[in-house]
């Protein structure tokens, strides 16, 4: 066991990216909203989107190139477009996971505004990221997943008894297609769960960048347990959602430091008030690993497609983009102030809009290399769904 949590890297990486605001929030607010019904639609996105996700940790491991430079040979306009996903959203997506970290800051040092930590947690994830490596990163990750994940699983099972109540309310009607409120949700849960589609493109880079010696075994094994482990947290989130939140009456703030005040005190309450700085440590920590991760993401994807167009050498600087990307969040956050609720809503949903693109060029790239049937089938079902989701949206 120690064995195997040793080996762990890239598959870790992808948790740390991962495990944030589609968990810690969306997640929470699914389970608070609507009970327990929504973890059959963490259930089945996990499973629609394996083979998409897949394809960030196949592909290097056969061909010995990122999913970038897969994108590049398979066509430039499938370069051109995940460049434009990457430099029209990485202001967005880092400023949503800013605000949560920061509200959650402003919690655990009992400050009541996030005015100031917005912009000091961009500095200092920015100087971590130019400074840092992602065998460092991914050590440190190691131990903040595993902190959160074993105080959610308690927190679960001390709330076994509230869940059995709940099951006989079980029911399908609880989320409504036809209520446009229950689709946006929908729309905007999903659209980081388990993430964002641009991280399959990340996780190939860290495959082809960590230099390690692991079989092809063990990348794969490195890469159900990162995939796999995001959706127990997501269904673990959603029970303590629905076990603490769901038909209590009480609305979710949504403001950075309201909401993440809620957040933490759904632990506290389980747990006891001791646990409370413990927790709050662990989801800030967790969550700061996240916007470092995000952060050296963005840049990195930025730099390896400039690289595939031949960009002069200086606009492909990985620490020019560190700050551009920064600035950039910093100044959505501006505008959308301390609305949490607004800006998560808006980053996830935009993702999911620009989901399908992503998934077409990885299941094309995926099929070079895995043709298996039941490969093919679910992940072009899983196409079929994300384009039928997000035309259906656009068109509501």
């Not at 009992?110 to 917005?118: H, P, Q, R, S």
Request: net charge positive; proline share 3%.
């Amino acid at each position: 066991m120690s064995s195997l949590f040793k080996n762990l890297g890239p598959g870790l990486l992808y948790a740390g990216a991962a495990i944030g605001v589609s968990h810690l929030v969306q997640s929470t607010r699914a389970g608070a909203n609507y009970g327990l019904v929504l973890i059959i639609a963490v259930v089945l996105i996990h499973i629609l989107k394996y083979g998409f996700f897949r394809a960030g940790a196949l592909i290097p491991l056969k061909s010995g190139k990122d999913l970038v430079a897969a994108y590049s040979n398979h066509s430039k306009w499938a370069l051109a477009i995940f460049a434009i996903i990457t430099f029209g959203t990485m202001h967005i997506v880092i400023a949503a996971i800013c605000i949560v970290t920061a509200g959650l800051v402003a919690n655990l040092f009992g400050l009541e505004n996030t005015n100031w930590v917005n912009p000091i947690l961009l500095v200092l994830a920015g100087i971590l990221v130019a400074s840092s490596n992602t065998k460092k990163l991914s050590d440190y990750l190691k131990w903040v997943v595993l902190l959160l994940g074993i105080a959610t699983l308690i927190c679960f099972f001390l709330k076994l008894d509230k869940l059995a109540d709940l099951l006989p309310t079980f029911s399908l009607s609880q989320f409504n297609f036809s209520h446009h409120q229950d689709l946006a949700f929908l729309i905007a849960f999903l659209g980081w769960m388990p993430a964002p589609m641009d991280i399959t493109l990340w996780q190939s880079i860290w495959i082809t960048r960590s230099n390690d010696e692991k079989s092809e075994r063990q990348q794969f094994q490195d890469f159900n347990i990162g995939y796999w482990g995001t959706a127990i947290m997501a269904v673990l989130f959603i029970a303590l959602g629905a076990a603490t939140l769901f038909q209590t009456n009480v609305e979710l703030p949504t403001s950075a430091v309201g909401f993440t005040a809620a957040f933490l005190k759904m632990y506290a309450s389980t747990l006891g008030s001791w646990s409370y700085p413990i927790i709050a440590f662990a989801a800030v920590a967790t969550m700061v690993s996240t916007l470092i991760t995000c952060l050296d993401a963005y840049p990195t994807s930025a730099e390896r497609s400039l690289q595939e167009f031949q960009a002069p050498q200086w606009l492909t600087n990985k620490k020019l983009w560190v700050v551009f990307n920064a600035l950039g969040a910093w100044f959505v956050l501006f505008s959308f102030g301390d609305s949490l609720k607004s800006l998560v809503d808006f980053a996830t949903t935009l993702s999911f809009l620009l989901a399908p693109f992503l998934a077409y060029y990885n299941l094309k790239i995926l099929t070079q290399y895995d043709n298996r049937t039941w490969i093919k089938v679910v992940s072009y079902l899983g196409l079929l769904v994300l384009l039928l989701l997000a035309s259906y949206s656009i068109w509501t």
